[in-house]
């Protein structure tokens, strides 16, 4: 099977079921022998197609006479492959593109459906530069969900929050190829050891300017077959999750709980800042995904024996120093690394999100013992996940109150409530949330 082949099925199953993007993808890659070059190229039609389609169903709407709606299945997966390789790989000819896709139409449906399928990129070929979009004066959620190929009730959203402009610098952040970033395992390489490394295999990186303990990176080899990774020293983490993890902080001794913790990023991160002194307890509700918590924690070398599965609304134990509660969100700070995930998401999802993130922290409240530290954390740039959950919180619990993260991270990230606050299109990373709050009271 051709790589486009390949792109055609998994676009087919990711239209007719509920399963994301890379879970497909990795399904793929783990159960058919495919090379490395074709595995980059299948990636990257696969993810480009469905970050950009709406923009690129409306451009081949453009061109296809009847009903794409009512055609088979395998006629848009075919089309959106072909335009994708048209609009975004320019270094693929065309001849190519229009050859394969009628291959492929036609072993599929045809010779019907490879002579539609041929006449209608023939005829972008010829027409490319007389496409006509929505006009953003007159229609800007329309136009914006389109041209920067989001839904638009989360344009709508936007705009009304922080307006048209800054909406699309979001929108067009998100659509980015996200940045690599490396977390460095200092309890067993320093920065510039680990640096040095990976230079020599020929990985060229550099420090981040926000925080010492990351690297960023122009590409990685394979991580499965990467030895310094499988050896544990450095993790893939954006910069942005660290925040969370540097307003907690932890020190030799100290009891924590991160209550949220598969799969297992910020319990790591947070053992390597207690330099493998801190008690870290790593509670997750389901078994199948403290299994990646284990995984991370052992190769990292730090101990997977404060492993516990639990539901994180009535998990129960004596008074810690510290919890971190990385809610489950709407993910909707990570949409450059998640493709698919704006196509997904419904707004009634947030409700129902908000109400089991105050259940989270309003029992995270009474473990943390007085004088405790509690952060509470998303990858979420919505309100409403984020300084609302906090504002109501504070209402009910007076016991607590903010303790401004300029004390704990650059000022870059800090809004004037003390909250650190991290955007796509203001800080090159993923949008996240975090905010440390101190129990004074009983």
């Known amino acids: ?58 451009i081949l709407e453009q061109f296809f006479q009847g009903s794409l709606k009512k055609s088979p299945r395998f006629v848009l997966s075919i089309l959106q492959s072909s335009f994708y390789q048209f609009i975004y790989l320019d270094r693929i000819p065309a001849y190519a593109v229009i050859n394969e896709a009628v291959r ?5 449906g045809g010779q019907y459906w490879a002579g539609k399928i041929n006449g209608i990129l023939r005829n972008y070929q010829k027409n490319k530069n007389n496409i006509i979009f929505p006009d953003i004066n007159k229609s800007p959620v329309e136009a914006i969900s389109i041209l920067y190929s989001h839904p638009e009730w989360l344009v709508d959203r936007w705009i009304k929050r922080w307006g048209r402009d800054e909406t699309i610098a979001l929108c067009s952040a998100n659509n980015e190829r996200p940045p690599i970033t490396l977390r460095v395992n200092r309890t067993k390489i320093s920065a510039d050891l680990l640096i040095e490394k990976l230079d020599k295999l020929g990985v060229k990186v550099s420090k981040s300017k926000f925080n010492e303990n990351f690297l960023r990176a122009d590409s990685l080899p394979n991580l499965s077959q990467f030895e310094l ?18 307003l907690l902080g932890a020190k030799p001794g100290e009891n924590i709980v991160d209550l949220c913790a598969a799969p297992g990023g910020k319990s790591s991160y947070l053992n390597e800042l207690g330099k493998n002194k801190a008690i870290v307890y790593s509670i997750d509700q389901r078994f199948s995904r403290l299994k990646f918590v284990r995984e991370n924690l052992k ?51 947030i409700n129902e999100l908000v109400k089991l993130q105050l259940e989270l922290l309003k029992n995270a409240a009474s473990i943390v013992k007085r004088g405790g530290a509690l952060v509470y954390s998303t990858c979420t740039i919505e309100s409403q996940e984020n300084e609302e959950i906090v504002i109501q919180f504070l209402k009910e619990n007076k016991q607590f109150q903010i303790d401004s993260a300029k004390k704990y991270i650059s000022e870059n990230f800090v809004s004037d409530e003390g909250f650190a606050c991290t955007f796509p299109h203001k800080n090159g990373m993923d949008g996240s949330f975090a905010v440390r709050l101190l129990k004074v009271g009983k």
């Open 299 to 349: 190769r990292l070398g730090f101990p997977d024996s404060r492993i516990i599965q639990a539901d994180g609304k009535n998990f129960s134990c004596k008074s810690v120093n510290k919890i971190l509660v990385d809610a489950p969100c709407s993910g909707l700070g990570v949409l450059s690394k998640r493709v698919d995930l704006k196509w997904r998401r419904k707004p009634e999802q």
């Open 104 to 108: 492929i139409a036609k072993y599929k």
């Open 229 to 246: 990774f499988q050896q544990g020293l450095f993790s893939i983490q954006d910069e942005s999750a660290g925040l969370a993890c540097q």
């Open 1 to 58: 099977m051709s790589p486009r082949q390949h792109v055609i099925k998994l676009l087919d199953l990711w239209e007719k079921s509920d399963a994301y993007a890379d879970v497909l993808l990795k399904d793929l890659f783990e159960h058919s022998k495919i090379s490395a070059q074709d595995r980059a190229l299948i990636q990257e039609i696969f993810f480009g197609v469905i970050r950009w389609r709406k923009r690129i169903n409306w």
